[in-house]
């Protein structure tokens, strides 16, 4: 017999309440991808996740903060993994298909990464309160393009007749399209095959007229 106070061997509590606080959103990233905010209730979550309603409530006091939460986590690991990829690059080209491409591999280590940051971002037009500045993946996807389409006509890469945030825009098309694609369409796999021949044709896009 143990010890009055003694814990038995096992998980420790707080790594287990990680654990469920995971799967719970998870779980929620998936059901608001396919359900919008509005559908997405707790208790399809709980459904997902495979708990009870009341556990949900237990680690989120409510759907708003469980929907921060989810956007604030998949933000990260889809455009915050691609922003660091992309800094490894030296030209705008070679930035644009590093950030796709880890976005892509992230998005397929977590499955409907994608797909609820395009649903988020049409979430964001009817919930305007869901998304604040620090969680706003259009903003976070528009200054990482601007910032490298401003370092590539600094240095000459790229010479264009246009204003730069028409590019920047249209590049943001592009992702969001890769994103729609991604997430609803084609699989991971799919992508990561077709992202040279998306290098091509972003080479022959943005290169400037030559000599």
């Known amino acids: 017999m143990l010890p009055r106070g003694t814990r038995r061997p096992g998980r420790p509590p707080a790594a287990k309440a990680d654990e469920t606080r995971q799967r719970i959103i998870q779980a929620a990233r998936l059901v608001f991808s396919e359900r919008g905010y509005d559908g997405g209730t707790f208790q399809a979550i709980a459904a997902r996740a495979d708990l009870t309603r009341p556990a949900i409530n237990h680690y989120f006091s409510s759907k708003r903060a469980l929907y921060r939460e989810v956007l604030a986590e998949t933000n990260e690991f889809v455009i915050g993994a691609g922003i660091r990829q992309a800094e490894g690059e030296t030209t705008l080209v070679a930035r644009l298909t590093a950030f796709i ?111």
């Open 101 to 211: 491409s880890a976005a892509v591999r992230a998005n397929s280590d977590n499955p409907a990464g994608s797909a609820f940051l395009i649903s988020s971002a049409l979430e964001s037009q009817r919930h305007p309160e869901l998304t604040g500045t620090e969680n706003d993946s259009l903003r976070l996807s528009r200054e990482f393009l601007t910032r490298v389409v401003n370092d590539a006509i600094e240095h000459g890469e790229i010479v264009t007749d246009f204003d730069a945030s028409a590019l920047v825009e249209a590049l943001l098309v592009v992702i969001c399209g890769v994103g729609l694609y991604a997430g609803y369409i084609q699989s991971p796999e799919a992508m990561l095959a077709i992202t040279g021949v998306m290098r091509r044709l972003l080479e022959g896009a943005l290169r400037g007229p030559e000599a």
